[in-house]
């Protein structure tokens, strides 16, 4: 029975949200570690596991319908699991992740709570477009956790500001690009995406906005930050496959094909971005 919910929190996912605010953490501390940084990090990894987890569950929650069609063999609609016992789970990862910030002060419980607040009311607002944005903006919350754990050091302000819009708008291009890709599909289902919102054309346009300002506010985060040369070539690179990716797609945005492998393209900048991220802290860096 309990290897049910561990499933529902998507264990994989919750320990990578966790891990995020670790190295969020570290790179904010310059990798120098102390006993108050060690319990920062044991309460950002519970932090982003939990919240994590909490979302979860509430997302096979609301799906469980659609899901005793589609994925009859998942615990919650193959009578494995129970939508009572699902939400107590749920209550119970979000008070957790919001009390274990108590420890660390007032911001971080703020901070949770807002990050934890959209990651749940996201599920029951999938079918609005603006919903998109709410992915984006729930991306950033490793990064903002982790500037704001470490003390809201002045001099990774600028830094931060660049690169969490970075992360929104890098986001938002890979959310339109899904959408466009999905946009048969979801008007079945009854979504509002963007691309049916305002059309395919135009959400070409956001498209090639997104491939030139999201790897330049990248490129700028660790010139005007402080950010190491390292950092700045490995988002130059990140920038370079994600933003060629977006405008061969723009081009020819009916072909499935193309759409597919940019997806998994735009990830793979994405993740190389991260990396990024985890070195701006490392080696020699850029000072103006």
């Keep these: ?16 949200s966790g891990l995020g605010v670790v190295f969020s953490l570290l790179v904010f501390n310059s990798y120098r570690l102390n006993q108050q940084v060690l319990l920062l990090a044991v309460i950002g990894f519970t932090t982003g596991f939990t919240a994590t987890a909490a ?21 919650l609609p193959s009578g494995r699991a129970s939508v009572k016992a ?6 119970v990862f979000s008070a957790v992740s919001v009390a274990v910030n108590i420890i660390a002060g007032p911001s971080l419980v703020v901070v949770t709570a807002a990050y934890l607040a959209i990651g749940l009311l996201y599920n029951f607002m999938r079918k609005h477009w603006w919903s998109q944005f709410m992915v984006s903006a729930s991306t950033t919350g490793p990064i903002v956790y982790g500037y704001v754990a470490s003390g809201l050091p002045r001099e990774a302000l600028g830094f931060t500001i660049l690169f969490t819009l970075t992360i ?3 986001n938002t291009g890979r959310e339109v690009l899904k959408a466009v890709q999905d946009v048969e599909g979801d008007k079945a289902l009854g ?11 135009a959400s070409i346009k956001i498209l090639k906005a997104c ?19 390292l950092y ?3 988002i130059l690179a990140a920038g370079y496959l994600y933003s060629s990716s977006l405008l061969k797609t723009c081009m020819n945005p009916g072909d499935k094909q193309a759409l597919e492998k940019s997806r998994r393209t735009t990830l793979r900048a994405m993740l190389l971005g991260l990396v990024a991220f985890w070195a701006s802290r490392i080696g020699f860096t850029i000072s103006f």
């Design 1 to 16: 029975m309990a290897e049910n919910y561990f499933k529902m929190i998507r264990p994989l996912n919750s320990f990578m």
């Design 55 to 75: 979302s979860m569950l509430v997302n096979d929650i609301v799906d469980i319908e659609v899901d005793r069609v589609n994925k009859p063999w998942k615990p």
């Design 86 to 91: 699902a939400w107590i789970l749920t209550v």
């Design 168 to 170: 929104f708008i890098v």
């Design 191 to 201: 979504y509002e995406t963007i691309p049916l919102k305002i059309g395919v054309p």
């Design 211 to 229: 491939s030139v300002t999201g790897p330049l506010t990248g490129v700028l985060a660790g010139v005007l930050g402080g950010a190491s040369i």
């Design 232 to 234: 700045l070539a490995l």
